[in-house]
């Protein structure tokens, strides 16, 4: 008898974001005064792993921050999300950060620092997989411990997504252990775009496009469109890891894909419209109401 598999394990990064509301950002060797918006728990990881609770998956984390305030905080958060597992404590390295200029119309630029992030093992991430439906993986960490959990994944029968963001060349050699990629614009376009992700091994592409929705393109069959729901932006960071932390979600719960992607869709949108990459304000009513607009 095969292994029940539930819920969502999410093997990622852990970070402290700093975010300063700036009309542009800066040139170089210039000093642009700005708006301090706040400290806010993130991290592509960490913000998935609590989109998918809160979404309504059970849901893991695998992750690595400092032994200081900032991991402290990031712990709390997790758990405050009902993520189930402890991250990791690591003993020298500062928990990682990521510095956010909130720009004027809801766009964001973000510089990351991974600190304790870049300690994540290949062993620390196939070992917290095992048994999950879905597993759901970001490049924000070392290369190497991403491919073992897919690996991992992929043996034990589960789903497995790869959010190829920040997009690196390493990417295309992990797609063989991928079921579905998610990328947005710019990432397809660095890695050689949709064709040459389709070549790599990627049978399921998913491209987000902001407020031109996400286009769905599997090899071999027509393009699947999902609009984007209407809404006036406030603050874009972390829309994406709520699409992706989401759309793990309801494919850990049976979903088909193009269904999922409507959730994930709302998802982003509901985040989008609050500060901070994450939001009590995702939850699966408030994911249900605006799916039903539809």
Not at 5 to 12: E, F, I, M, P, S
Not at 213 to 218: D, F, I, T
Not at 240 to 255: I, R
């Amino acid at each position: 008898m095969s292994e029940q598999r539930t819920g969502v394990a999410v093997v990622g990064s852990a970070n402290l974001d700093l975010v300063v509301e700036v009309p542009r950002p800066p040139r170089v060797g210039e000093t642009l005064l700005g708006r301090a918006a706040g400290r806010f728990p993130g991290g592509k990881g960490l913000n998935q792993a609590v989109a998918s609770a809160r979404s309504g998956a059970p849901t893991r984390f695998c992750g690595v921050v400092g032994s200081d305030e900032s991991g402290d905080l990031l712990q709390r958060t997790l758990t405050d999300a009902a993520v189930a597992g402890r991250v990791r404590r690591a003993d020298a390295a500062p928990t990682g950060v990521a510095h956010v200029f909130a720009l004027d119309g809801g766009d964001n630029s973000i510089v990351v620092a991974a600190g304790a992030n870049a300690e994540l093992t290949a062993a620390d991430a196939a070992g917290d997989v095992a048994g999950a439906a879905v597993v759901l993986a970001q490049l924000e960490v070392p290369v190497p411990s991403v491919a073992a959990a897919l690996r991992a994944g992929r043996a034990s029968g589960a789903l497995t997504v790869l959010n190829a963001a920040p997009a690196t060349v390493q990417a295309l050699d992990l797609l063989g252990d991928v079921d579905v990629l998610v990328v947005n614009e710019t990432e397809c376009e660095e890695l050689g775009g949709v064709d040459a992700l389709h070549a790599a091994g990627a049978s399921a592409v998913v491209l987000t496009r902001g407020a031109d929705g996400v286009e769905l393109h599997v090899h071999g069959v027509p393009l699947v469109h999902v609009p984007a729901f209407p809404i006036v932006p406030v603050d874009t960071t972390g829309a994406g890891d709520a699409f992706c932390g989401a759309l793990a979600a309801t494919l850990a719960a049976g979903s088909r894909l193009e269904d999922a992607l409507v959730t994930a869709s709302a998802a982003g949108a509901i985040v989008a419209q609050h500060h901070g990459a994450n939001t009590p304000a995702l939850d699966p009513q408030a994911l249900a109401a605006l799916v039903a607009t539809r």
